[in-house]
């Protein structure tokens, strides 16, 4: 069968995943009588909670004879790593963006790579039916980043698509004909190449994105580069220098059709692919028939720029909660997580109790740490450190590229406060509909925790997107959290009478029955430097009244903070506690009187 391989980039909240579920409806993939979820291809909990898509995958559609594999990407720049890989499965890319919004960061960091690779793009401005929508515009700024990201001139002559993918129509123009989506599926048929089929070659692939499942084992996707494969051949995997890794036997062969992975008696040069059957094969090897000697070439994935360390949780409440709470098991996840995921490195500590985590960004960390809390493990976590580097015997610090789109009066507060964290702008303009956009470079280490500010300063109106542009020499000290906390200095359950008096201390973080331990952070300091305080302090007894005949205590309402806000909030002697049911935050030290030799120790 002919067929076309294309993979889906787009900044996260450009509708992508929209726009693959109307392309599989609109192809016959799905019954007319089909119920189908919204957002088919984000089939994760965590990706229909928040709305992203954390890992790559792939499907097919049929359309006039052809076979289209279709790879929907994440969005988001800390899943990077995802998009990298899957830019070797392809022969061409859907480029997809917001008629209002325009080329965003991620977009031109995989677009670089995507061109760099010599893919053929294909242009969609979706969101067209907006009504700030600005599509020829955004079309001429799309040619002059190509431009900028020295695109060849074959590259440069791209196809433009206009499309509303909410209400299932593409047109030539933006005043096309409002019909169907048919436009997309010739366009990828006329302009993609078919991929290159070598028959007469032994059976090779690169594979690129790894998961386990409980009955097939190890399960590795990629496309076959040359010859076929067959259920129950004998295969082997190389590693990238074309060294042995394993023999085996193919047990499983899966292709992608439509949302489904269906066993194939064969499978032949071009196809996307799914292999079980290996034990120890991972990301980036080669996995080819016996009398194959050498590697498959697999596409370099940039560094890590973040790192936090995860470790067994020590606190008064630990394995209460959880059912993995050793760091045999935490080691496990994490070495497994880190198998599938290649912009993961795991970094073992001397006393084997601790695990350096580094990544791109505090969401994909986070996301890990959401992934092992529903799991059942039980850890704490320290605040995000970024990953320096020693360059010509001085220490460089990674360097974000900081996009913002904000309401003009609140982008004087915005550009106050990326100063402060020794942030420089590079440009500033209007971006319609009475909004700015700023582009700064910022430190990374700068950004850590300015997300929740940032939305609290532009009453959650403005768009912040963040990547990662380079390193650059250390700039400095940056100014800390200026409020301290409230440390318990008892254990027990939270008392109201006891939370009522010390709401003039400044917000709580817990309500009332909730359990606390000595050293556990409950609230926020209203002014600088931490304060222990007892939440355990009852009402005390008289023989002129009973202590239950005053007003009721009324409690304001605490604040709640997110997973990814408690990360950010913390400071570098503390730690956040991760189990099942809850996530505190607390000292490193639990006892004062360590805490205070320690902090005695810093200052010296």
């Known amino acids: 069968m002919n067929i076309r391989n294309i993979a889906i980039i787009a900044h996260v909240d450009h509708g992508k995943t929209t726009l693959v579920d109307v392309l599989l409806k609109q192809s016959g993939t799905f019954r007319d009588n089909e119920r189908v979820t919204e957002r088919a291809m984000d089939s994760g909990e965590l990706e229909r909670e928040r709305g992203i898509t954390i890992t790559a995958k792939p499907t097919s559609v049929e359309w006039k004879g052809s076979r289209i594999n279709i790879v929907d990407t994440p969005g988001h720049a800390d899943f990077g790593g995802e998009v990298e890989r899957i830019l070797s499965m392809v022969d061409g890319v859907l480029l997809l963006v917001d008629a209002a919004e325009g080329a965003m960061p991620q977009t031109k960091f995989v677009t670089g790579k995507a061109l760099k690779l010599g893919l053929k793009p294909i242009v969609v401005v979706n969101k067209v039916d907006k009504p700030e929508q600005r599509a020829y515009e955004v079309q001429d700024e799309i040619f002059d980043l190509f431009s900028a990201l020295d695109a060849t001139p074959e590259q440069l002559d791209f196809p433009t698509i206009f499309a509303s993918a909410k209400n299932g129509w593409a047109a030539a123009e933006p005043e096309g004909a409002q019909v169907n989506m048919d436009i997309i599926f010739d366009t990828i048929l006329q302009y993609v190449p078919a991929p290159k089929v070598i028959m007469d070659a032994p059976f090779s692939m690169l594979a690129t994105t790894l998961e386990y499942d409980h009955f097939l084992g190890r399960v590795l996707t990629g496309r076959v580069h040359s010859g076929t494969a067959k259920p129950g051949m004998s295969i082997k995997a190389l590693n990238r220098e074309g060294e042995l890794i394993e023999q085996g036997r193919i047990t499983k062969l899966l292709a992608f059709r439509g949302l489904e992975r269906v066993p194939a008696d ?159 702008m590079k440009e500033m303009r209007a971006a319609g509909a009475g909004k700015t956009r700023m582009i700064f470079h910022v430190p990374a280490r700068g950004m850590i925790g300015y997300l929740g500010e940032f939305l609290t300063e532009t009453r959650g109106t403005g768009i912040m997107a963040r990547i990662f542009h380079s390193y650059v020499p250390y700039s400095g000290t940056l100014p800390g959290r200026r409020n301290g906390v409230l440390i318990s200095t008892d254990a027990g359950s939270s008392v109201p009478y006891a939370l009522f008096n010390l709401e003039g201390r400044g917000p709580l973080f817990i309500g009332a029955q909730v359990k606390v331990y000595t050293g556990m952070i409950i609230g926020e300091h209203s002014r600088p430097g931490d304060l222990e305080v007892n939440p355990l302090k009852g009402k005390q007894l008289t023989n002129v009244r009973a202590s239950g005949t005053d007003e009721a205590v009324r409690l304001t309402p605490p604040r709640r903070l997110s997973l990814e806000q408690m990360i950010a909030y913390i400071q570098d002697d503390e730690l956040v506690e991760v189990t099942p049911q809850n996530v505190r935050m607390r000292k490193r030290y639990l006892d004062p009187n360590k805490r205070k030799r320690e902090s005695r120790a810093m200052e010296s």
């Open 266 to 424: 064969e499978v032949h040069s071009g196809d996307l692919v799914a292999i079980a059957g290996l034990a120890k094969a991972t990301v980036a090897d080669t996995i080819c028939d016996m009398a194959v000697n050498a590697a498959l070439e697999s596409q370099p994935v940039d560094p890590p720029t973040l790192s936090m360390m995860f470790a067994v949780n020590d606190s008064p409440l630990a394995g209460t909660e959880g059912t993995k709470v050793t760091s045999r098991m935490i080691r496990d996840r994490l070495f497994s997580e880190a198998e599938g995921n290649v912009a993961l490195r795991i970094t073992e500590s001397e006393n084997n109790d601790a695990y350096d985590v580094a990544g791109r960004g505090e969401l994909q960390l986070g996301v890990l740490i959401e992934q092992m809390r529903r799991e059942g493990f039980e850890l704490s976590v320290s605040r995000p450190r970024v990953v320096y580097q020693e360059i010509d015997g001085k220490r460089h610090e990674p360097l974000e590229e900081v996009t913002i789109d904000v309401d003009e009066e609140y982008s004087g507060i915005v550009v106050e406060a990326l100063s402060l964290r020794k942030g420089k």
